[in-house]
């Protein structure tokens, strides 16, 4: 019981850091995984769970007018592909291989997050364009198999190399991620 009130907490406190930048498997998936479950287990648990968050999120920022519509179609191409790929790896790997997996991963997208935008300009170039589609493609296939923080990343990636400001941006990935879903 005590377990169960633990995740629920942590669920309450991850989706609110999700509503304002993201990182909600950052914070539910090692408090699943604590609990008990299998890692795939608590990564679909914890996808499931991000699905009222994404249709309000989408919601909003469009009711907003937020959303920066000639990127959705693109992103929304890469979105649905990289999640179908990194779901397959997810189901198919080795539980334990998995919760090494899932460590490493969150280890390795730290430093991203630090990226400044002044490393790649403030200008959208078709080259930087292509390059931040690159990007993406791997983090929705990152996304798909594990998912923790990969919303932050989806939109600091696209605010980094475009000339978009981090609300556009995270406006420009919530449809793509609500196919995706």
Same mark, same amino acid.
Not at 44 to 59: E, K, N, W
Not at 112 to 123: H, M, P, S, W
């Given at each position: ?23 909600? /498997?950052? +914070?539910? *998936?090692?408090? %699943?995984? &604590?609990?008990? @479950? ?6 679909? !648990? ?56 899932? /460590?490493? +991963?969150? *280890?390795?997208? %730290?430093? &991203?997050?630090? @990226? ?6 403030? !200008? ?58």
């Amino acid at each position: 019981m005590m377990t169960l009130l633990i995740v629920f907490i942590g669920g309450i406190i991850a989706s609110t850091f999700a509503a304002i930048g993201g990182g909600v /498997g950052l +914070l539910s *998936l090692p408090l %699943l995984m &604590l609990a008990g @479950l299998p890692p795939q287990v608590a990564v679909a !648990t914890s996808r499931v769970g991000l699905l009222g968050l994404t249709i309000s999120g989408a919601y909003k920022f469009a009711k907003e007018g937020k959303i920066l519509w000639q990127y959705v179609l693109p992103l929304s191409i890469i979105s649905v592909i990289g999640s179908v790929i990194g779901t397959q790896l997810l189901v198919s790997m080795d539980a334990r291989l998995l919760n090494v997996v899932i /460590g490493i +991963l969150m *280890l390795a997208t %730290l430093p &991203l997050l630090y @990226l400044k935008k002044e490393a790649v300009g403030r !200008t959208t170039t078709r080259g930087k364009w292509l390059l931040c589609l690159a990007v993406y493609a791997v983090i929705r296939i990152y996304a798909g198999l594990f998912g923790g923080g990969a919303a932050t990343l989806e939109f600091i990636t696209i605010e980094r190399f475009t000339d978009m400001d981090l609300v556009e941006a995270n406006g420009a990935t919530r449809i793509p991620s609500l196919l995706a879903a």
